[in-house]
Protein backbone atom coordinates (compact mmCIF):
# COMPACT_ATOMS: atom_id res chain seq x y z
CA UNK A 1 0.00 0.00 0.00
CA UNK A 2 1.38 3.31 -1.05
CA UNK A 3 -0.65 5.12 1.57
CA UNK A 4 2.20 3.67 4.87
CA UNK A 5 4.59 5.36 3.01
CA UNK A 6 3.01 8.40 2.31
CA UNK A 7 1.86 8.79 5.60
CA UNK A 8 5.65 7.95 6.65
CA UNK A 9 6.92 10.81 4.73
CA UNK A 10 4.20 12.87 5.95
CA UNK A 11 5.44 11.94 9.69
CA UNK A 12 8.97 12.92 8.48
CA UNK A 13 8.53 16.21 7.39
CA UNK A 14 6.25 17.20 10.18
CA UNK A 15 9.66 15.50 12.72
CA UNK A 16 11.63 17.92 10.87
CA UNK A 17 9.54 20.91 10.99
CA UNK A 18 8.93 20.52 14.80
CA UNK A 19 13.15 20.01 14.68
CA UNK A 20 13.29 24.00 13.17
CA UNK A 21 10.82 25.15 15.39
CA UNK A 22 12.44 24.18 18.77
CA UNK A 23 15.35 25.44 17.47
CA UNK A 24 14.50 28.35 16.47
CA UNK A 25 12.36 28.97 20.37
CA UNK A 26 15.88 27.68 21.60
CA UNK A 27 17.67 30.29 20.33
CA UNK A 28 14.95 33.03 20.88
CA UNK A 29 17.59 34.92 23.19
CA UNK A 30 20.62 34.35 20.97
CA UNK A 31 22.26 37.67 19.66
CA UNK A 32 21.89 37.95 15.95
CA UNK A 33 19.76 34.58 15.83
CA UNK A 34 18.27 34.51 12.58
CA UNK A 35 14.89 32.14 12.51
CA UNK A 36 14.80 29.26 10.05
CA UNK A 37 11.98 28.06 7.94
CA UNK A 38 11.20 24.46 7.11
CA UNK A 39 10.12 24.32 3.17
CA UNK A 40 8.20 21.28 1.51
CA UNK A 41 8.02 20.18 -1.43
CA UNK A 42 5.29 17.82 -2.91
CA UNK A 43 7.40 14.47 -4.05
CA UNK A 44 6.77 12.91 -7.63
CA UNK A 45 3.76 11.80 -9.12
CA UNK A 46 3.22 8.22 -10.08
CA UNK A 47 0.61 8.23 -13.09
CA UNK A 48 -2.04 5.49 -13.30
CA UNK A 49 -4.25 6.38 -16.00
CA UNK A 50 -5.45 3.04 -18.06
CA UNK A 51 -6.05 2.77 -21.26
CA UNK A 52 -9.08 4.22 -22.36
CA UNK A 53 -10.01 6.25 -19.04
CA UNK A 54 -8.95 9.33 -20.91
CA UNK A 55 -11.67 9.12 -23.81
CA UNK A 56 -14.69 8.25 -21.91
CA UNK A 57 -17.36 10.92 -21.69
CA UNK A 58 -16.78 13.00 -18.01
CA UNK A 59 -19.23 15.33 -18.34
CA UNK A 60 -17.64 18.90 -18.12
CA UNK A 61 -14.60 18.25 -15.61
CA UNK A 62 -11.74 16.90 -18.57
CA UNK A 63 -10.04 14.74 -16.40
CA UNK A 64 -6.09 14.73 -16.33
CA UNK A 65 -5.92 10.82 -15.97
CA UNK A 66 -5.07 9.34 -12.13
CA UNK A 67 -2.49 10.75 -11.05
CA UNK A 68 -0.91 9.99 -7.50
CA UNK A 69 1.37 11.91 -5.80
CA UNK A 70 3.94 10.12 -3.57
CA UNK A 71 4.36 12.67 -0.46
CA UNK A 72 6.04 15.03 0.63
CA UNK A 73 10.22 15.90 1.35
CA UNK A 74 12.10 18.51 2.76
CA UNK A 75 13.14 21.32 -0.08
CA UNK A 76 14.99 23.38 2.06
CA UNK A 77 15.39 24.96 5.69
CA UNK A 78 15.38 29.00 4.86
CA UNK A 79 17.33 31.43 7.14
CA UNK A 80 14.71 34.13 7.09
CA UNK A 81 17.19 37.01 7.20
CA UNK A 82 14.56 39.86 8.18
CA UNK A 83 16.60 42.39 10.92
CA UNK A 84 16.02 41.55 14.60
CA UNK A 85 15.39 44.31 17.28
CA UNK A 86 17.86 46.66 18.76
CA UNK A 87 18.09 46.55 22.27
CA UNK A 88 20.55 49.17 23.89
CA UNK A 89 22.91 47.42 26.03
CA UNK A 90 25.10 50.39 26.92
CA UNK A 91 28.01 48.47 26.74
CA UNK A 92 30.61 50.40 24.52
CA UNK A 93 32.05 47.26 23.18
CA UNK A 94 28.34 46.48 21.73
CA UNK A 95 27.67 46.69 18.26
CA UNK A 96 24.95 46.14 16.37
CA UNK A 97 23.81 46.63 12.49
CA UNK A 98 20.80 48.27 11.15
CA UNK A 99 20.26 47.15 7.99
CA UNK A 100 22.04 45.10 5.10
CA UNK A 101 26.13 43.31 6.50
CA UNK A 102 27.36 41.38 8.54
CA UNK A 103 31.23 41.42 10.59
CA UNK A 104 33.97 39.52 9.55
CA UNK A 105 35.58 37.60 11.61
CA UNK A 106 39.31 35.48 11.42
CA UNK A 107 38.99 32.31 12.31
CA UNK A 108 41.87 30.31 14.39
CA UNK A 109 42.28 28.63 10.98
CA UNK A 110 42.91 31.50 9.19
CA UNK A 111 39.34 31.52 7.22
CA UNK A 112 36.93 34.37 7.29
CA UNK A 113 33.70 33.86 8.83
CA UNK A 114 30.50 36.49 9.21
CA UNK A 115 28.46 37.47 12.30
CA UNK A 116 25.49 39.52 13.16
CA UNK A 117 26.22 39.14 16.22
CA UNK A 118 28.11 41.80 17.99
CA UNK A 119 29.28 41.74 21.31
CA UNK A 120 32.54 42.24 21.28
CA UNK A 121 35.31 42.31 23.63
CA UNK A 122 39.16 43.48 23.88
CA UNK A 123 41.90 40.72 24.08
CA UNK A 124 44.73 40.75 26.30
CA UNK A 125 46.96 42.93 23.87
CA UNK A 126 43.99 45.20 22.79
CA UNK A 127 42.42 43.64 19.90
CA UNK A 128 38.74 43.45 19.28
CA UNK A 129 37.39 40.05 19.48
CA UNK A 130 34.40 37.70 19.80
CA UNK A 131 33.53 36.07 22.78
CA UNK A 132 35.77 33.01 21.49
CA UNK A 133 38.31 34.94 21.07
CA UNK A 134 38.49 35.04 17.18
CA UNK A 135 39.89 38.93 15.75
CA UNK A 136 37.69 41.01 14.23
CA UNK A 137 39.00 42.18 10.68
CA UNK A 138 40.43 44.57 9.64
CA UNK A 139 42.25 44.14 13.15
CA UNK A 140 41.77 47.37 15.73
CA UNK A 141 43.97 47.91 18.61
CA UNK A 142 42.61 50.07 21.53
CA UNK A 143 45.41 51.24 23.33
CA UNK A 144 45.44 50.38 27.08
CA UNK A 145 45.42 54.01 28.37
CA UNK A 146 42.10 55.07 27.00
CA UNK A 147 39.25 56.65 28.94
CA UNK A 148 36.83 55.76 26.54
CA UNK A 149 35.64 54.42 23.00
CA UNK A 150 33.17 55.79 20.25
CA UNK A 151 32.11 54.18 17.40
CA UNK A 152 30.35 56.32 14.84
CA UNK A 153 27.78 54.88 12.60
CA UNK A 154 30.13 54.62 9.67
CA UNK A 155 32.23 52.08 11.70
CA UNK A 156 35.02 54.64 12.67
CA UNK A 157 36.70 53.63 15.88
CA UNK A 158 37.84 56.71 17.66
CA UNK A 159 39.36 56.63 21.56
CA UNK A 160 39.90 59.30 24.30
CA UNK A 161 43.76 59.27 25.37
CA UNK A 162 43.76 60.36 28.89
CA UNK A 163 45.11 63.90 29.09
CA UNK A 164 44.04 64.73 25.24
CA UNK A 165 41.22 66.81 24.53
CA UNK A 166 41.08 65.38 20.39
CA UNK A 167 39.69 61.77 20.33
CA UNK A 168 41.69 59.60 18.27
CA UNK A 169 40.57 57.45 15.77
CA UNK A 170 42.34 53.89 15.73
CA UNK A 171 40.84 52.07 13.02
CA UNK A 172 37.45 51.71 10.71
CA UNK A 173 35.65 48.53 10.97
CA UNK A 174 34.39 47.16 7.69
CA UNK A 175 31.07 44.98 6.39
CA UNK A 176 30.88 42.35 4.45
CA UNK A 177 27.30 41.80 2.28
CA UNK A 178 25.92 38.64 -0.27
CA UNK A 179 23.75 38.39 -3.02
CA UNK A 180 21.85 35.44 -1.32
CA UNK A 181 22.18 35.77 2.59
CA UNK A 182 20.41 32.77 3.12
CA UNK A 183 22.68 30.44 1.22
CA UNK A 184 25.63 31.10 4.11
CA UNK A 185 26.30 28.04 5.90
CA UNK A 186 25.41 28.55 9.57
CA UNK A 187 28.96 27.17 11.30
CA UNK A 188 27.40 27.56 14.87
CA UNK A 189 28.57 30.03 17.07
CA UNK A 190 26.58 32.93 15.60
CA UNK A 191 29.53 32.75 12.55
CA UNK A 192 28.51 32.16 8.98
CA UNK A 193 30.62 30.28 6.11
CA UNK A 194 30.82 32.17 2.64
CA UNK A 195 29.92 29.07 0.09
CA UNK A 196 28.47 29.52 -3.30
CA UNK A 197 25.10 29.75 -3.30
CA UNK A 198 25.61 32.96 -0.92
CA UNK A 199 27.80 34.04 -3.73
CA UNK A 200 31.04 36.46 -2.98
CA UNK A 201 31.31 38.81 -0.15
CA UNK A 202 31.31 42.41 -0.91
CA UNK A 203 32.90 44.21 1.53
CA UNK A 204 32.28 48.32 1.58
CA UNK A 205 32.12 50.88 5.15
CA UNK A 206 29.39 50.48 7.07
CA UNK A 207 26.41 53.17 6.49
CA UNK A 208 27.61 53.50 2.47
CA UNK A 209 26.34 51.66 -0.41
CA UNK A 210 23.10 49.98 0.82
CA UNK A 211 25.29 48.64 3.77
CA UNK A 212 23.87 48.92 7.55
CA UNK A 213 24.82 51.31 9.97
CA UNK A 214 26.59 50.31 13.08
CA UNK A 215 25.20 51.52 16.31
CA UNK A 216 27.17 51.25 19.37
CA UNK A 217 25.87 50.03 22.79
CA UNK A 218 23.04 48.35 21.64
CA UNK A 219 22.93 44.52 20.48
CA UNK A 220 20.58 42.73 17.57
CA UNK A 221 18.31 40.54 19.05
CA UNK A 222 17.26 37.06 17.38
CA UNK A 223 14.10 37.57 14.95
CA UNK A 224 11.96 34.35 16.94
CA UNK A 225 8.59 35.47 16.87
CA UNK A 226 7.76 33.20 19.83
CA UNK A 227 4.12 33.19 19.29
CA UNK A 228 4.14 32.70 15.62
CA UNK A 229 6.14 29.89 16.57
CA UNK A 230 4.56 28.31 18.61
CA UNK A 231 1.34 28.19 16.47
CA UNK A 232 3.46 26.43 13.82
CA UNK A 233 4.58 24.18 16.63
CA UNK A 234 0.51 23.55 17.24
CA UNK A 235 -0.27 22.86 13.50
CA UNK A 236 2.84 20.79 12.91
CA UNK A 237 1.96 18.54 15.85
CA UNK A 238 -1.56 18.42 14.85
CA UNK A 239 -0.09 17.42 11.13
CA UNK A 240 1.72 14.68 12.71
CA UNK A 241 -1.11 13.24 14.12
CA UNK A 242 -2.86 12.95 11.23
CA UNK A 243 -0.04 11.57 8.92
CA UNK A 244 0.28 8.96 11.84
CA UNK A 245 -3.66 8.36 11.53
CA UNK A 246 -2.90 7.89 8.22
CA UNK A 247 -0.45 4.96 8.83
CA UNK A 248 -2.73 3.23 10.99
CA UNK A 249 -6.25 3.49 8.95
CA UNK A 250 -3.34 1.78 6.03
CA UNK A 251 -2.93 -1.19 8.55
CA UNK A 252 -6.69 -1.90 9.45
CA UNK A 253 -7.27 -1.77 5.91
CA UNK A 254 -4.07 -4.65 5.39
CA UNK A 255 -5.48 -6.31 8.55
CA UNK A 256 -9.22 -6.55 6.87
CA UNK A 257 -7.24 -8.20 3.33
CA UNK A 258 -5.65 -10.42 5.75
CA UNK A 259 -8.81 -11.74 7.57
CA UNK A 260 -10.20 -12.88 4.34
CA UNK A 261 -9.90 -16.19 2.90
CA UNK B 1 -21.58 -16.97 -10.13
CA UNK B 2 -18.06 -14.86 -9.37
CA UNK B 3 -19.69 -11.56 -10.35
CA UNK B 4 -19.89 -10.41 -6.64
CA UNK B 5 -16.48 -11.04 -5.91
CA UNK B 6 -15.28 -9.48 -8.64
CA UNK B 7 -17.53 -6.32 -8.24
CA UNK B 8 -16.39 -5.77 -4.43
CA UNK B 9 -12.46 -6.46 -6.10
CA UNK B 10 -12.87 -3.62 -8.43
CA UNK B 11 -14.57 -1.40 -5.43
CA UNK B 12 -11.67 -2.25 -2.82
CA UNK B 13 -8.93 -1.36 -5.54
CA UNK B 14 -10.83 2.07 -5.89
CA UNK B 15 -10.86 2.50 -1.91
CA UNK B 16 -7.21 1.78 -1.92
CA UNK B 17 -6.26 4.59 -4.27
CA UNK B 18 -8.32 6.95 -2.83
CA UNK B 19 -6.01 6.37 0.66
CA UNK B 20 -3.20 7.14 -1.17
CA UNK B 21 -4.63 10.08 -2.47
CA UNK B 22 -5.60 11.09 0.74
CA UNK B 23 -2.43 10.14 2.24
CA UNK B 24 -0.83 12.82 -0.41
CA UNK B 25 -2.78 15.12 0.83
CA UNK B 26 -2.39 14.89 4.85
CA UNK B 27 1.05 14.58 4.16
CA UNK B 28 1.33 17.81 2.04
CA UNK B 29 -0.47 19.81 4.55
CA UNK B 30 2.51 22.10 5.06
CA UNK B 31 3.28 22.57 1.37
CA UNK B 32 2.54 25.94 0.28
CA UNK B 33 0.37 26.47 -2.62
CA UNK B 34 -0.42 22.96 -2.94
CA UNK B 35 -3.97 21.93 -3.87
CA UNK B 36 -5.79 18.99 -2.61
CA UNK B 37 -6.85 16.21 -4.66
CA UNK B 38 -9.54 13.74 -4.92
CA UNK B 39 -10.36 10.87 -6.75
CA UNK B 40 -13.57 10.91 -9.45
CA UNK B 41 -15.35 7.38 -9.90
CA UNK B 42 -17.44 6.42 -11.86
CA UNK B 43 -19.75 3.64 -13.43
CA UNK B 44 -18.94 0.87 -15.52
CA UNK B 45 -21.35 -1.17 -16.81
CA UNK B 46 -20.97 -4.66 -18.09
CA UNK B 47 -23.43 -7.11 -19.52
CA UNK B 48 -23.88 -10.47 -18.38
CA UNK B 49 -26.90 -11.95 -20.10
CA UNK B 50 -28.80 -10.62 -22.64
CA UNK B 51 -32.28 -12.20 -21.20
CA UNK B 52 -34.54 -11.39 -18.95
CA UNK B 53 -35.79 -7.58 -17.58
CA UNK B 54 -33.45 -4.65 -18.61
CA UNK B 55 -32.27 -3.63 -15.79
CA UNK B 56 -30.61 -7.57 -15.07
CA UNK B 57 -28.95 -7.48 -18.01
CA UNK B 58 -25.90 -5.20 -16.67
CA UNK B 59 -23.30 -5.05 -13.72
CA UNK B 60 -21.86 -1.80 -12.63
CA UNK B 61 -18.36 -2.27 -11.44
CA UNK B 62 -16.83 0.80 -10.36
CA UNK B 63 -13.55 2.23 -11.58
CA UNK B 64 -11.52 5.33 -10.69
CA UNK B 65 -11.34 7.69 -13.78
CA UNK B 66 -9.36 10.55 -12.55
CA UNK B 67 -7.35 12.90 -9.70
CA UNK B 68 -9.15 15.47 -9.61
CA UNK B 69 -7.69 18.89 -7.95
CA UNK B 70 -9.61 21.35 -5.47
CA UNK B 71 -8.43 24.76 -7.71
CA UNK B 72 -9.52 26.75 -4.63
CA UNK B 73 -7.19 29.18 -3.31
CA UNK B 74 -5.46 28.38 -0.12
CA UNK B 75 -4.56 30.81 3.09
CA UNK B 76 -2.55 33.78 2.03
CA UNK B 77 0.13 34.05 5.69
CA UNK B 78 2.44 37.06 6.28
CA UNK B 79 6.50 35.16 6.37
CA UNK B 80 8.03 38.69 6.87
CA UNK B 81 10.11 37.36 3.62
CA UNK B 82 10.91 39.90 1.25
CA UNK B 83 11.36 36.95 -1.59
CA UNK B 84 7.84 35.45 -0.34
CA UNK B 85 5.65 36.39 -3.29
CA UNK B 86 1.43 34.91 -3.05
CA UNK B 87 -0.77 35.24 -6.12
CA UNK B 88 -4.25 36.56 -5.64
CA UNK B 89 -6.73 35.14 -7.57
CA UNK B 90 -5.46 33.21 -11.09
CA UNK B 91 -2.03 33.03 -12.04
CA UNK B 92 0.72 30.83 -12.43
CA UNK B 93 4.75 31.86 -11.80
CA UNK B 94 6.66 30.81 -15.22
CA UNK B 95 9.92 28.79 -14.07
CA UNK B 96 13.03 28.04 -16.25
CA UNK B 97 13.47 24.38 -15.97
CA UNK B 98 15.71 21.91 -18.06
CA UNK B 99 12.68 20.42 -19.85
CA UNK B 100 11.07 23.68 -20.80
CA UNK B 101 8.59 26.01 -18.78
CA UNK B 102 7.28 24.80 -15.67
CA UNK B 103 4.64 26.86 -13.63
CA UNK B 104 3.77 27.08 -10.27
CA UNK B 105 1.70 29.22 -7.67
CA UNK B 106 4.24 28.48 -4.80
CA UNK B 107 6.29 31.62 -4.76
CA UNK B 108 8.42 30.89 -1.80
CA UNK B 109 11.92 32.01 -3.90
CA UNK B 110 15.64 32.69 -3.07
CA UNK B 111 18.24 33.98 -4.19
CA UNK B 112 21.08 32.07 -6.12
CA UNK B 113 25.02 32.70 -5.78
CA UNK B 114 24.50 34.77 -8.80
CA UNK B 115 21.64 36.72 -7.78
CA UNK B 116 18.86 35.32 -9.59
CA UNK B 117 15.46 34.88 -8.24
CA UNK B 118 15.20 31.10 -7.87
CA UNK B 119 12.61 28.49 -6.75
CA UNK B 120 13.94 26.43 -3.68
CA UNK B 121 14.98 23.69 -6.13
CA UNK B 122 17.50 26.82 -7.27
CA UNK B 123 15.18 26.87 -10.96
CA UNK B 124 15.16 30.20 -12.16
CA UNK B 125 11.80 32.91 -11.85
CA UNK B 126 10.91 34.25 -15.27
CA UNK B 127 9.94 37.49 -16.10
CA UNK B 128 7.58 39.36 -18.51
CA UNK B 129 9.82 38.77 -21.46
CA UNK B 130 10.32 35.20 -20.52
CA UNK B 131 14.18 35.99 -18.91
CA UNK B 132 15.39 35.03 -15.69
CA UNK B 133 15.29 38.27 -12.76
CA UNK B 134 18.45 38.89 -11.75
CA UNK B 135 19.16 41.47 -8.60
CA UNK B 136 22.57 43.19 -8.84
CA UNK B 137 24.85 42.39 -6.02
CA UNK B 138 24.91 45.33 -3.50
CA UNK B 139 21.17 46.01 -3.99
CA UNK B 140 19.14 46.98 -0.89
CA UNK B 141 15.98 45.90 -0.11
CA UNK B 142 13.74 44.03 -2.81
CA UNK B 143 10.06 45.41 -3.18
CA UNK B 144 7.73 43.75 -4.71
CA UNK B 145 4.56 46.03 -6.19
CA UNK B 146 0.97 44.76 -6.48
CA UNK B 147 1.41 44.29 -10.21
CA UNK B 148 4.28 42.03 -9.85
CA UNK B 149 7.07 44.66 -10.57
CA UNK B 150 10.21 44.00 -8.71
CA UNK B 151 12.51 46.72 -7.84
CA UNK B 152 15.45 47.67 -5.60
CA UNK B 153 17.54 50.42 -4.39
CA UNK B 154 20.50 50.98 -7.28
CA UNK B 155 23.96 50.80 -5.38
CA UNK B 156 25.58 53.39 -7.18
CA UNK B 157 22.41 55.84 -7.50
CA UNK B 158 21.50 56.55 -3.74
CA UNK B 159 17.86 56.91 -2.61
CA UNK B 160 17.18 55.86 -6.37
CA UNK B 161 14.46 52.41 -7.06
CA UNK B 162 15.89 50.70 -9.80
CA UNK B 163 13.00 47.92 -11.84
CA UNK B 164 14.57 44.57 -11.90
CA UNK B 165 11.34 43.53 -14.44
CA UNK B 166 7.86 41.90 -14.03
CA UNK B 167 6.85 38.79 -12.95
CA UNK B 168 5.47 36.45 -15.91
CA UNK B 169 2.08 35.97 -14.44
CA UNK B 170 0.00 33.56 -17.04
CA UNK B 171 -3.16 31.81 -17.14
CA UNK B 172 -5.02 28.71 -18.01
CA UNK B 173 -8.15 28.59 -19.90
CA UNK B 174 -8.48 24.42 -18.38
CA UNK B 175 -6.04 24.98 -15.41
CA UNK B 176 -7.63 20.65 -14.95
CA UNK B 177 -5.67 20.10 -17.85
CA UNK B 178 -2.38 20.79 -15.82
CA UNK B 179 0.09 17.78 -15.38
CA UNK B 180 1.35 17.73 -11.52
CA UNK B 181 5.30 17.74 -11.44
CA UNK B 182 7.37 17.25 -8.67
CA UNK B 183 8.30 20.48 -6.27
CA UNK B 184 4.98 21.99 -7.00
CA UNK B 185 5.53 22.55 -10.63
CA UNK B 186 2.66 21.97 -13.36
CA UNK B 187 3.39 21.55 -16.65
CA UNK B 188 0.72 22.50 -19.35
CA UNK B 189 -1.29 19.39 -21.27
CA UNK B 190 -1.15 19.00 -24.60
CA UNK B 191 -3.12 22.63 -26.58
CA UNK B 192 -3.28 24.39 -23.27
CA UNK B 193 -1.26 27.52 -23.85
CA UNK B 194 -0.47 29.63 -20.99
CA UNK B 195 -1.94 32.96 -21.32
CA UNK B 196 -0.56 36.37 -19.82
CA UNK B 197 -2.78 37.54 -16.81
CA UNK B 198 -3.02 41.26 -17.56
CA UNK B 199 -3.30 42.94 -14.49
CA UNK B 200 -1.97 40.00 -11.87
CA UNK B 201 -2.37 40.44 -7.93
CA UNK B 202 0.79 39.43 -5.86
CA UNK B 203 1.66 40.24 -2.05
CA UNK B 204 5.13 40.58 -1.02
CA UNK B 205 6.10 38.87 2.28
CA UNK B 206 3.34 36.36 2.11
CA UNK B 207 2.75 32.76 1.19
CA UNK B 208 -0.87 31.03 -0.13
CA UNK B 209 -0.49 27.88 2.22
CA UNK B 210 -1.86 24.65 0.97
CA UNK B 211 -5.66 24.08 0.66
CA UNK B 212 -5.83 20.72 2.64
CA UNK B 213 -8.23 20.55 4.80
CA UNK B 214 -7.21 18.39 7.39
CA UNK B 215 -10.58 17.73 9.03
CA UNK B 216 -12.39 16.77 5.37
CA UNK B 217 -9.46 14.60 4.53
CA UNK B 218 -9.77 13.26 8.31
CA UNK B 219 -13.31 12.45 7.95
CA UNK B 220 -12.76 10.63 4.28
CA UNK B 221 -9.94 8.90 5.79
CA UNK B 222 -12.72 7.05 8.18
CA UNK B 223 -15.23 6.84 5.49
CA UNK B 224 -12.72 4.95 3.33
CA UNK B 225 -11.91 2.75 5.69
CA UNK B 226 -15.05 1.85 6.77
CA UNK B 227 -16.26 1.26 3.78
CA UNK B 228 -13.44 -0.85 2.58
CA UNK B 229 -14.14 -3.13 5.08
CA UNK B 230 -18.14 -3.18 4.31
CA UNK B 231 -16.62 -4.15 0.90
CA UNK B 232 -14.88 -6.98 2.51
CA UNK B 233 -17.85 -8.18 4.34
CA UNK B 234 -19.39 -8.90 1.33
CA UNK B 235 -16.65 -10.84 -0.51
CA UNK B 236 -16.69 -12.78 3.45
CA UNK B 237 -20.33 -12.97 3.23
CA UNK B 238 -20.16 -14.37 -0.42
CA UNK B 239 -17.43 -16.72 0.14
CA UNK B 240 -19.99 -18.48 2.81
CA UNK B 241 -22.79 -18.40 0.36
CA UNK B 242 -20.94 -19.88 -2.32
CA UNK B 243 -19.55 -22.66 0.50
CA UNK B 244 -23.18 -23.33 1.65
CA UNK B 245 -24.44 -23.08 -1.84
CA UNK B 246 -21.61 -26.29 -2.79
CA UNK B 247 -22.69 -28.16 -0.03
CA UNK B 248 -26.21 -28.19 -0.02
CA UNK B 249 -26.40 -29.23 -3.81
CA UNK B 250 -23.71 -31.84 -2.79
CA UNK B 251 -25.51 -33.29 -0.10
CA UNK B 252 -29.07 -33.09 -1.65
CA UNK B 253 -27.31 -34.96 -4.88
CA UNK B 254 -25.64 -37.74 -2.80
CA UNK B 255 -28.90 -38.74 -0.66
CA UNK B 256 -31.05 -38.77 -4.41
Redesign the interface.
Known amino acids: MRALSIGATGMLAQQMNVEVISNNIANMNTTGYKRGRAEFNDLLYQDLRRVGAASSDAGTIVPSGVQVGLGVKAAAVYRITEQGNITITDNSLDLAINGRGYFEIEMPTGEIAYTRAGSFQLSPTGDMVTPDGYLVMPGITIPPQVTSISINNNGEVFVQLDGQVNPTRVGQLELAAFPNEAGLEAIGDNLFLETAASGGALASVPGKDGFGAILQGALETSNVNVVSEITNLITAQRAYEMNSKVIQAADEMMQNVNQLR | MENPSYITLSRQTV ?3 Q ?6 N ?7 A ?1 KA ?1 A ?2 V ?1 EHESPISTQGPRGMRNVSFV ?6 RDLSEGALVH ?4 LDVAISGDGYFAIETDDGERYTR ?1 G ?1 F ?6 RLVT ?2 GQPVLDDRSRPIV ?1 P ?4 EIEIAQDGTISA ?1 D ?1 LLPGQNVVLGRFKVVAFE ?1 E ?9 LNRP ?1 AGADPEPVAAPTVFQGMIEKSNVN ?1 IV ?2 TR ?2 E ?2 RN ?2 SA ?1 KV ?2 DE ?1 ERQRKAIETLTRSSLSA
Open positions: LRRMDVLANLANMSTPFELMIKDLATVTDNPKSMLDGEGTAVPGSGRPNYTLKREANGGGEMLITVFQSVDH
